[in-house]
């Protein structure tokens, strides 16, 4: 099994920045891609963006541009450094993770408890 433990949510106004981070414990070996979906009220969970080992990165229409996403293998954690942001991007943030065998494809199998976002003055 694998532990994903989220942080880094909050309240910003928009056009702020947040940067939220993942920390993965457990079966570490069993995973090589991690990544970030978000879902807002009445609406389905979307990809933000995902990233494997091989560095090979996947984005949703909506983070193009504004979002990035980056891993630190040695702390297993990944990255969601977040700019630009509007009140559209209001959300609970779920990091998720699991294998690939080489692309980002994901949802995977692994979730977290997700980290609330609000955008708004």
């Known amino acids: 099994q694998v532990q994903l433990v989220e942080s880094g949510g909050g309240l910003v106004q928009p056009g702020g920045s947040l940067?939220?981070?993942c920390v993965a414990s457990g079966s570490i070996s069993s995973?090589?891609?991690m990544g970030w979906?978000?879902?807002?009220?009445?609406k389905q969970r979307e990809l933000v963006?995902?990233?494997t080992d091989g560095g090979i990165t996947k984005y949703?229409?909506?983070a193009i541009g504004r979002f990035t996403i980056s891993r630190d293998s040695?702390?297993?954690t990944v990255y969601l450094q977040m700019i630009?942001?509007?009140?559209?991007?209001?959300?609970?943030?779920?990091?998720n993770a699991g294998y690939t065998p080489l692309y980002y494809r994901g949802p995977y199998k692994y979730w977290g408890q997700g980290t609330?976002?609000?955008v708004s003055s």
């Not at 979906?37 to 009445?42: E, M």
């Open 19 to 21: 940067r939220l981070s």
């Open 31 to 33: 995973i090589n891609a």
């Open 37 to 42: 979906f978000r879902q807002a009220p009445g």
């Open 49 to 51: 963006a995902g990233i």
């Open 60 to 62: 949703g229409d909506s």
């Open 74 to 76: 040695a702390k297993d």
């Open 84 to 95: 630009s942001l509007k009140p559209e991007d209001t959300a609970v943030y779920y990091c």
């Open 116 to 118: 609330q976002v609000t």
